[in-house]
């Protein structure tokens, strides 16, 4: 199993469909009832867990996150790209969208799964880019690695400190 581990976490940025924006613009144009600017928040049930999981530990390091008011869409579904086990993108005019591969969540622990919705909710929330640092060991100092340089997480032995590092924030 190791050997797909360094794709897990790899990340797609991918750019926003704004063509979509566009259509919509026009269609409620012509529809005034719709409602424009209207975000909505969603969460998946199987990722109810994770998500109050992610505010506990914030809460325990000094940050009040509650996710409900984060404008997040998120979903699991299946991700075309190989390898990837989530997805964030985000866009201020729109809910932030992440997506957890079907594929991915089916195989993992919930270990495993917990380091992908946080590493993904480390994008959408907290805002973080990628960080590569790894120590002589081989040993990503970060989840949010990008899962492309080659390191290894070693979460589940090491679950406070990467959560430390997750969340400690400028
Ligand atoms: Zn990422």
């Not at 997506?99 to 919930?110: H, Q, V």
Request: charged share 20%; with cysteine; aromatic share 10%.
């Amino acid at each position: 199993m190791n050997r797909h581990y360094i794709f897990l976490l790899q990340f797609i940025a991918m750019k926003r469909m704004y063509v979509v924006l566009v259509l919509a613009s026009v269609l409620s144009a012509c529809i005034p009832d719709l409602p424009t600017e209207e975000f909505s928040s969603e969460t998946n049930p199987a990722l109810e867990n994770y998500f109050a999981a992610f505010e506990r530990e914030a809460a325990l390091r000094g940050f009040d996150i509650n996710l409900a008011d984060h404008d997040l869409i998120s979903t699991i579904d299946e991700i075309e790209e190989d390898g990837v086990a989530g997805t964030c993108h985000y866009n201020s005019q729109e809910s932030n969208r992440i997506t957890i591969d079907l594929s991915f969540w089916r195989s993992a622990n919930t270990s495993t799964r917990e380091l992908v919705v946080f590493h993904e909710l480390g994008h959408c929330v907290l805002f973080r880019d990628h960080l590569e640092d790894e120590n002589n060991q081989n040993t990503c100092l970060s989840i949010m690695n990008s899962g492309t340089s080659g390191c290894n997480v070693r979460y589940a032995n090491n679950r406070e400190y990467y959560l430390d590092e997750l969340f400690s924030l400028d």
